[in-house]
């Protein structure tokens, strides 16, 4: 069983409460390294993946041990890093110094442990951490049927220990000024500003705390988590991943986060994605991924229309950033806890792409944009430079889905006489105000059923059908296409295609354009209505 969740969420949600603050000391841990192994792991396959999956448990259990043994539990994991709290309960002192004492032993953990044989090489691993006290405030959000649930921390603890990371070396602990005078009498340290860097610590620490786990209820786990994944036995494999961040450059007080929350769900049920609700020094954003655990030949698709319907129908801006690249797609953590995410460049650039981009737009890289042009508009916006990336990266700019067109076939139409007649025969009825019924055309793909139809539709819309029997211009029929769509999986949906286009809509055009185009098309459909009723 994974522990995805932290259990203080489902404790207290299982006793109704989704929602609450508590003061805190932050600690924010960045491991570095795994990027560069993914580059190299992944030439070797499945074995690769298995030999990342066994680095990365080998390099965060230690490391997520230390903050339990010193009564801390990880409240959020975001790839290489993760964020835990020490909850404030006696003293404050006491728990500074089990705070500190756990960011140590971090480092002292991580330092032992920096290099990793494998079959494909040395790899080494460094980390940096950040301490912060201040609050912990965190939520539950459920959809409106309950049967998805999203959680989050936020406040100055957890904000305050990644802005302190941010300022750490390789192998340093950094800490706030207000956590830095809890502990100043106790540890020593170089001055930096509004922070300090931790040089030394007393000989003799706080001992470690037993670890004790309360029980998992994984009907509720569930909820949060697709149950698939939580008992899910392999560690990790190289898929083709698609990273989505979005980033709410607007704040949002409880009641406007729980509205944007649900137009999210609404769009996950129709595109589906992992998603991810996170709170840092750089604001809200959420974290889908599509590729995994589960993956769908559209899976590109579906996230760039789930991020412009976002964008055009939540009612406050937003900023996405999407690639589309191989990346390592597994569990990170240890027993005590675990995130299921993906390693690799295409991660760590998306997340560069939201820190960069501009409010309202989304951008794109390379591998994205060539394989979504042929049905979203896509402009070229430049090469740009990136830290974590030593060549500039080229950017491009989603703007919108374009209109679907009918497609165009060339050449005669041959060896389908016989099929032709029937579908002529079968539409007769119409001729005498009767319905025909349903005719279905079936067969394996490309045997050649849509151009079938399609020669059909094209000749019965001719004055005069030329064939077994024939339809005159005064009972020419109406012929409607209603499309179905492989991803919006709607009621009613293939009509809405329909009407859309009899109507002249277009998600291109103005309202007002649009709105003058659909009272054009009624005026005229009004006008050949005979029955005045009707009209």
Request: with cysteine; glycine share 8%.
């Amino acid at each position: 069983m994974h522990i995805l969740t932290p259990p203080y969420i489902l404790e207290n949600y299982a006793a109704g409460c989704s929602s609450g603050v508590f003061p805190a000391v932050g600690l924010y841990v960045d491991v570095t390294g795994f990027t560069a192994m993914t580059d190299i792991l992944l030439e070797h396959g499945q074995h690769g993946a298995e030999v990342m999956a066994q680095v990365i448990r080998q390099a965060f259990a230690p490391l997520i041990s230390a903050v339990y043994e010193q009564g801390g539990w990880v409240a959020v994991h975001a790839g290489d890093s993760f964020t835990a709290l020490f909850p404030i309960k006696e003293g404050v002192i006491g728990t500074a110094h089990r705070a500190l004492t756990a960011a140590w032993r971090v480092q002292e953990r991580a330092s032992a442990e920096a290099n990793y044989s494998t079959p494909y090489g040395e790899f080494y691993v460094t980390v940096k951490a950040g301490l912060a006290l201040g609050e912990a405030q965190w939520g539950v959000i459920a959809s409106q049927d309950q049967r998805r649930l999203v959680c989050y921390f936020s406040g100055s603890a957890v904000e305050g220990c990644a802005a302190a990371e941010h300022l750490a070396c390789p192998g340093q602990v950094v800490v706030e000024m207000n956590f830095w005078k809890l502990v100043a009498d106790w540890a020593s340290a170089k001055e930096m500003g509004t922070y300090a860097c931790i040089i030394g610590m007393p000989v003799e620490l706080p001992i470690s705390l037993p670890v004790v786990m309360p029980d998992f209820d994984i009907s509720l786990a569930e909820r949060f988590i697709p149950f698939d994944l939580l008992t899910q036995s392999y560690t990790g494999e190289f898929r083709q991943v698609v990273f989505l961040f979005v980033s709410l450059r607007q704040a949002l007080d409880e009641t406007g986060l729980q509205r944007f929350m649900q137009h999210v769900f609404e769009l996950q049920d129709r595109y589906g994605g992992l998603l991810k609700l996170l709170f840092g020094d750089k604001g809200a954003h959420l974290l889908l991924i599509w590729g995994a655990p589960v993956a769908y030949e559209n899976d590109l698709e579906r996230a760039l229309n789930f991020i412009l319907e976002l964008r055009a129908g939540c009612g406050i801006p937003v900023t996405g950033a999407l690639t589309y690249r191989i990346a390592h797609a597994g569990f990170i953590g240890s027993e005590l806890s675990e995130e299921y995410a993906g390693y690799g460049r295409g991660v760590n650039l998306a997340a560069r792409f939201m820190i960069a981009s501009g409010d309202g737009e989304i951008w794109l890289d390379e591998f994205a944009a060539r394989k979504a042009r042929a049905d979203f508009e896509i402009d070229f916006y430049g090469q740009k430079a990136f830290r974590g990336f030593s060549q500039t990266q080229p950017v491009y700019l989603l703007r919108r889905r374009k209109e679907a067109t009918e497609i165009a076939y060339y050449g005669e139409l041959v060896g389908r006489r016989s099929e032709l007649e029937k579908l002529a025969e079968f539409v007769q009825p119409l001729l005498h105000d009767q319905c025909p019924g349903a005719l279905v055309v079936w067969g394996d793909a490309g045997m050649g059923k849509s151009r079938l139809v399609h020669e059909f539709i094209v000749q019965v819309r001719k004055p005069a059908f030329s064939g077994k029997n024939e339809f005159h211009t005064a009972h020419l029929p109406l012929v409607v296409l209603a499309q179905t769509d492989a991803i919006l999986r709607m009621a009613l949906n293939p009509f809405r295609y329909w009407l859309r286009r009899y109507f002249g809509i277009s998600d291109v055009e103005s309202a007002a354009r649009n709105r003058s185009s659909f009272d054009n098309r009624l005026d005229d459909l009004i006008s050949r209505t005979r029955d005045p009723r009707l009209a």
